[in-house]
């Protein structure tokens, strides 16, 4: 009987793992397509299209919450003041995520954006050490030294901190390493996030329209459409990435995080033309000498610790 019962725990555990990694790898890639989804609102104010996208997030999580039936679970967490001020942090940093990432398309900076999230594994890997106590092996001392130096490459040419790579790289990590450590169900924990950002969101929105106007008021019908449409791209892939961080490794997590900046790159240079000018080059070469490294030695690793754990 305690045999059989470890097995099962075992295969469901497996079972979770390979589910998570399926939707966290969804997740990511669907994150790299919606460069060309915010590319076509453009012509609207960052904060304005935030705040549709923290509106039109409420609507969507409230309506999944009534059709999978997770009320009690929701009133369940926010009758936890522990869990509701957990998640007032997280909030304030996905929304600051939001904005930036927004505010770089905009500004036609896609190839900044890509770096980030080329940096995010490596600085994910950097908050396991410091919080999780997790280990670093030498070939990612190695992978976490070569983004540093492709990064302080970068500043040399430019003049100035890349600090939009930097907050997207720093600000998801932290993002990831909190909700991974907050026991909440994706769906209720992100309905939470949105609903503290949206008294800002409608706050703003009151404020810019007597003050210029907005899209809302203003706007054609597809411009609307759009802004209606932020609600689904913004919380598909996020309910995606929280289902996968709650049931693989963080290490893990962050190697799924190329996806991501991979499709981002290809849509900046082939679809937007931007110029991938030698010293980015040089960045990213860095930083994928380094992402290699580290891939190699987290697949090594993932492969022993099943060997061992098939002897077990």
């Known amino acids: 009987m305690s045999d059989n019962f470890e097995v099962s725990s075992v295969g469901g555990a497996e079972r979770a793992a390979v589910l998570g990694g399926i939707a966290a790898a969804t997740g990511y890639a669907f994150w790299g397509i919606t460069v060309i989804f915010y590319k076509q609102l453009t012509h609207v104010l960052p904060y304005e299209v935030l705040a549709h996208r923290t509106i039109w997030s409420v609507v969507l999580t409230i309506v999944l919450i009534l059709i999978f039936g997770k009320s009690r679970s929701l009133i369940a967490a926010l009758t936890n003041p522990r869990l509701v001020l957990t998640l007032c942090a997280t909030s304030l940093v996905i929304g600051a995520n939001w904005f930036v990432f927004i505010y770089s398309i905009n500004e036609s900076r896609v190839l900044e954006t890509s770096l980030g999230y080329y940096i995010n594994p490596l600085i994910s ?124 490794k963080l290490a893990t997590l962050g190697l799924m995080q190329y996806l991501a900046p991979t499709v981002q790159l290809i849509i900046a240079v082939w679809m937007y033309g931007e110029n991938l000018t030698p010293t980015l080059l040089v960045t990213f070469g860095l930083i994928w000498t380094g992402l290699a490294l580290f891939s190699v030695d987290t697949w090594r690793r993932e492969i022993e610790l099943r060997r061992v754990a098939g002897r077990v």
Do not use: C
């Open 125 to 248: 890997v950097l908050i396991g050490v410091v919080f999780l106590s997790e280990r670093l092996t030498k070939p990612q001392v190695i992978a976490v030294v070569l983004a540093a130096l492709g990064v302080i490459v970068m500043t040399i040419d430019f003049g100035a901190v890349p600090w939009i790579s930097l907050f997207l790289a720093v600000s998801f990590a932290i993002y990831g390493y909190l909700r991974k450590i907050t026991k909440v169900d994706p769906l209720e924990g992100l309905l939470i996030e949105v609903l503290i950002l949206s008294p800002f969101a409608v706050v703003y929105l009151f404020w810019a329209e007597g003050n210029g106007g907005t899209a809302v008021m203003h706007g054609d019908g597809w411009t609307l459409f759009l802004l209606a449409l932020t609600g689904p791209m913004t919380t598909v892939p996020l309910f995606l990435f929280n289902y996968g961080a709650q049931r693989i």
